[in-house]
């Protein structure tokens, strides 16, 4: 069992929907991202939070809109997608301990706008 | 260039076989190395850090050439099971919330 839960695992929206994804994780990491993931691509960073403050955006349409409420949760708010925001997005979470660390993925959200 | 480059495959390896491939890396002030595996429709899982010295788990070993600027993993023995894309993942020291991800290098074990 993953210890990064996103909600909800598929979403189905049009064009003019607003929707929200949900990552939430019990670990105790101080640092969240979003990322995004087309078919056979690596997956490509969005947002990173980090202390629930917004550190990195990597130049992300405004259409996505992040929220970190608390150190347990991340948001990713979606309104007026295009087709070609359709993937799988991840979030994941880590923790600095030592100059080796790595991310837990949640198990991602399929996304498809029609 | 790319900060990460990997031989995509696939690697069509039967059981039982050796399957080792390489990942460079661009960066040489880059400070963390990661091997993640990848399961079709599936989140990115660690498979295992990656130490200056190599480090072993079980079938898997992986190794660090700072000089070369690569990273390597070799599984042994390979079950069905480890049929996945294996993702190299990077920390370039840029930032160090912010990793490097390879394309994947595909391996498929046949029966």
């Known amino acids: 069992d993953t210890e990064v839960t996103q909600t909800p695992k598929h979403l189905v929206m049009g064009m003019t929907n607003k929707k929200s994804l949900k990552c939430e994780q019990h670990?105790?990491?101080?640092?969240m991202y979003w990322y995004k993931q087309k078919a056979k691509k690596p997956p490509e960073l969005m947002f990173v939070?980090?202390?629930?403050?917004?550190?990195i955006n990597e130049s992300v349409p405004s259409r996505f809109s992040p929220e970190c409420p608390n150190s347990s949760l991340l948001n990713l708010h979606l309104h007026a997608l295009q087709p070609e925001d359709s993937a799988l997005y991840l979030c994941?979470?880590?923790?600095?301990?030592?100059?080796?660390?790595?991310?837990?993925f949640g198990s991602g959200t399929r996304l498809t706008v029609v | 260039r790319k900060e990460v480059e990997q031989d995509p495959g696939p690697f069509n390896v039967p059981e039982g076989a050796t399957v080792a491939f390489n990942c460079t890396y661009s960066?040489?002030?880059?400070?963390?190395f990661f091997w993640y595996r990848q399961d079709c429709r599936k989140e990115p899982k660690l498979l295992m850090s990656?130490?200056?010295s190599g480090n072993e788990d079980g079938r898997f070993t992986a190794q660090l050439n700072r000089a070369s600027q690569y990273i390597s993993l070799l599984i042994r023995d390979s079950k069905l099971s480890d049929s996945a894309t294996y993702l190299c993942?990077?920390?370039?020291?840029?930032?160090?919330?912010?990793?490097?991800f390879g394309a994947g290098t595909t391996v498929t074990v046949r029966a």
């Open positions: 994941a979470s880590s923790t600095r301990t030592g100059e080796n660390y790595g991310y837990t």
């Open positions: 670990m105790g990491h101080r640092a």
């Open positions: 939070y980090s202390y629930e403050k917004l550190s």
């Open positions: 960066n040489s002030a880059s400070q963390s």
């Open positions: 990656v130490y200056s």
């Open positions: 993942v990077v920390n370039p020291g840029t930032n160090d919330y912010k990793l490097s």
